[in-house]
């Protein structure tokens, strides 16, 4: 905790952006948090994960934060731990370092468009209902409501089916294809419009993780924000199932909003597509099968 101006008790606010791809894009999401009221008493830790990049050609401090900017951290990731494990790294600096009581755990994509947002957070934080929460994030292009994510994460038996069909389309990737990617056109969001036009926040859904906000409670409790780790996809059904076992309470809370300019850099050729959706499939495959294993082992069947 710290003192804001009045000498007023408030928490430490830390935001962790996972960095990877174009910095200008990192850039405008640190830029964003410059326009937040009180945005001088904030930490921001940029976790560089772009493990693509040869050492010479990936970022600095300097990239992102001028010399004299107090609140700026940055971290170079080294090994490909994917998701999980970079933003862990940002959290675990969050947490330990810099003792932050919330840490706001967000993709470099995202942009803060309410000036009041941390004196929103804040506030939820104090009245102590939630212990994590995320705010209604609207995709920059198609407008659409990404968060909640589900209202409810895969049953033990529907994450069995999703490993055999996704195991299935892998061996026979060629065939797979084409129908594969129809499907993809076809995916959307869940859009919970009565919490939306009402205000009300929507409790125990699972959260969509490009943005997420971690409350004291949790924080003091949690050494890692993502656990078990994967190393790209079912963080946000991982992250519901281990909040409904340790208690902790979670809230879509739609009085939050940020922008998400998701798939912004993406290559659309069609030899792209075609590798980038192999690349996807084959890590739900593989975090599947982690998320079926912390199931089996925690006695979760539903």
Same mark, same amino acid.
């Given at each position: 905790m710290g003192l804001?101006?009045?000498?007023?008790?408030?928490?430490?606010?830390?935001?962790v952006i996972l960095h990877f791809g174009d910095a200008t894009v990192t850039k405008r999401c640190i830029e964003s948090l410059d326009n937040l009221i009180d945005s001088d008493s904030i930490s921001i830790i940029v976790v560089d994960n772009e493990l693509t990049k040869p050492a010479?050609?990936?970022?600095?401090?300097?990239?992102?934060?001028?010399?004299?900017?107090?609140?700026?951290?940055y971290?170079?990731?080294?090994?490909?731990?994917g998701f999980s494990y970079a933003n862990n790294t940002g959290y675990g600096y969050a947490r330990d370092i810099l003792k932050a009581d919330i840490i706001v755990v967000?993709?470099?994509?995202?942009?803060?468009?309410?000036?009041?947002?941390?004196?929103?957070?804040?506030?939820?934080a104090q009245l102590g209902e939630y212990d994590v929460? *995320?705010?209604? @994030?609207?995709?920059?292009?198609?407008? !659409?409501?990404? &968060?909640?994510?589900?209202?409810?994460?895969?049953? +033990?038996?529907?994450?069995?089916?999703?490993?055999?069909?996704?195991?299935?389309?892998?061996?026979?990737?060629?065939i797979s294809y084409p129908i594969l990617s129809r499907c993809e056109k076809e995916r959307s969001y869940v859009v919970v419009n009565d919490a939306l036009e009402s205000n009300a926040s929507i409790e125990n859904v699972v959260l969509f993780g490009a943005c997420l906000i971690f409350l004291p409670?949790?924080?003091?409790?949690e050494a890692k924000a993502f656990e078990p780790e994967t190393h790209f996809y079912y963080e946000e059904f991982l992250l519901f199932r281990k909040c409904q076992r340790m208690q902790y309470r979670t809230a879509f809370v739609p009085s939050l909003s940020?922008?998400?300019?998701? *798939?912004?850099? @993406?290559?659309?050729?069609?030899?792209? !597509?075609?590798? &980038?959706?192999?690349?996807?499939?084959?890590?739900? +495959?593989?975090?599947?099968k982690i998320y079926h294993e912390y199931l089996k082992q925690n006695g979760i069947i539903d």
């Open positions: 804001n101006k009045k000498g007023y008790v408030v928490p430490k606010v830390a935001f010479e050609s990936r970022t600095c401090r300097a990239t992102f934060f001028r010399q004299d900017d107090k609140r700026g951290h971290i170079r990731i080294e090994e490909d731990g967000t993709n470099n994509d995202i942009e803060f468009i309410q000036d009041d947002f941390l004196i929103k957070v804040i506030s939820i929460i *995320g705010p209604d @994030t609207i995709q920059a292009t198609t407008k !659409k409501h990404q &968060n909640p994510m589900a209202l409810k994460a895969p049953s +033990l038996k529907e994450v069995e089916k999703t490993i055999f069909l996704n195991s299935i389309a892998l061996n026979f990737y060629s409670n949790f924080v003091l409790n940020v922008i998400h300019e998701s *798939g912004k850099s @993406t290559d659309t050729s069609y030899a792209n !597509k075609r590798s &980038n959706l192999h690349f996807r499939m084959s890590n739900i +495959l593989a975090s599947a």
